[in-house]
């Protein structure tokens, strides 16, 4: 063993220099920021979508459609749907609580009775909308409907 077979132990020096601290360091001065400009001042960062200066793609595209604001959204039911309900369920009187209980719509949503698929059973069906021809199947099977306010 001599002198240069010597190591410092294990965790003892550092690997990175540090930043900034004076010029005879050899990163001091920028601190390795460069000069000037938005990267070298401290605060930084970049926003989501920055090309550089150049026109973002999210500002270069067209924007397009339209949001009615007054739409009213409703969960789409099919008669066959109501017909397994029925059938499972073994009740002639469908509310929009048996709907939920069943777990083919949510406390919050609107449900709007459609006329696909075919009605056996005398039903008395309540729910928010119901499309004509839904309106004629359930009635001409002998049910009725109810129409609910939301």
């Given at each position: 063993?001599?002198?240069?077979?010597?190591?410092?132990?294990?965790?003892?020096?550092?690997?990175?220099?540090?930043?900034?601290?004076?010029?005879?360091?050899?990163?001091?001065?920028?601190?390795?920021?460069?000069?000037?400009?938005?990267?070298?001042?401290?605060?930084?960062?970049r926003?989501?979508?920055?090309?550089?200066?150049?026109?973002?793609?999210?500002?270069?595209?067209?924007?397009?459609?339209?949001?009615?604001?007054?739409?009213?959204?409703y969960?789409?039911?099919?008669?066959?749907?109501?017909?397994?309900?029925?059938?499972e369920?073994?009740?002639?009187?469908?509310?929009?609580?048996?709907?939920?209980?069943?777990?083919?719509?949510?406390?919050?949503?609107?449900?709007?009775?459609?006329?696909?698929?075919?009605?056996?059973?005398?039903?008395?069906?309540?729910?928010?909308?119901?499309?004509?021809?839904?309106?004629?199947?359930?009635?001409?099977?002998g049910?009725?409907?109810?129409?609910?306010?939301?």
């Amino acid at each position: 063993m001599n002198l240069s077979n010597i190591t410092p132990a294990a965790g003892s020096t550092r690997t990175n220099k540090r930043l900034g601290r004076g010029v005879a360091s050899g990163k001091g001065g920028t601190s390795t920021r460069g000069h000037k400009g938005a990267k070298s001042r401290s605060g930084y960062s970049r926003k989501i979508g920055f090309e550089g200066g150049q026109m973002p793609l999210q500002r270069r595209l067209p924007k397009f459609g339209f949001n009615p604001i007054n739409r009213v959204e409703y969960k789409a039911v099919n008669l066959s749907s109501l017909q397994l309900l029925a059938d499972e369920k073994k009740e002639s009187v469908l509310t929009i609580q048996t709907m939920i209980n069943a777990g083919i719509i949510t406390k919050k949503q609107l449900v709007k009775i459609l006329a696909k698929g075919t009605l056996t059973s005398k039903l008395e069906v309540e729910a928010h909308a119901f499309s004509k021809a839904a309106e004629a199947a359930i009635t001409t099977v002998g049910g009725s409907i109810k129409v609910v306010k939301p």
